[in-house]
């Protein structure tokens, strides 16, 4: 199993930067494909970014493209989301989580294919 903890959410104005980070402990992070999702108020989770165990695929929201970045450290068990001009159509919590096994790049974007979740932290930006 792996244990995952988001941080780095916060209040942010629109235009500004923000990165999210999430911890993982327990077993090998190399060896879990990883994502980001994010769920407002009264809407339904919805994904946001992905990448690969190695970290050479990455994969986006057609919304969150060319804004937010995906990425990893494996040496340090730790995922990033670096969001660079945040919309307030961004708030909401964002969790990340992790899962063995991804059958193709397809899976990627759903939430049921992942095992492990975060408890998620608050990201509210302002206009």
């Known amino acids: 199993q792996v244990q995952l903890v988001e941080s780095g959410g916060g209040l942010v104005q629109a235009g500004d930067s923000l990165r999210l980070s999430c911890a993982a402990s327990?077993?090998?992070?190399?060896?879990?494909?990883m994502g980001w999702f994010r769920q407002a108020p009264g809407k339904e989770r919805e994904f946001v970014a992905a990448i690969s165990r190695s970290g050479a695929n990455t994969y986006y929201a057609d919304s969150v493209k060319d804004r937010f970045t995906i990425s990893r450290d494996n040496a340090k068990n730790a995922l990033y989301l670096q969001m660079n001009s945040p919309k307030p159509e961004d708030t909401a919590v964002y969790s990340c989580a992790a899962v063995q096994t991804i059958v193709n790049s397809y899976y990627y974007t759903k939430a049921t294919s992942y095992n492990y979740w975060g408890q998620g932290t608050q990201v509210t930006v302002s206009s």
């Open positions: 327990g077993r090998t992070f190399s060896i879990y494909a």
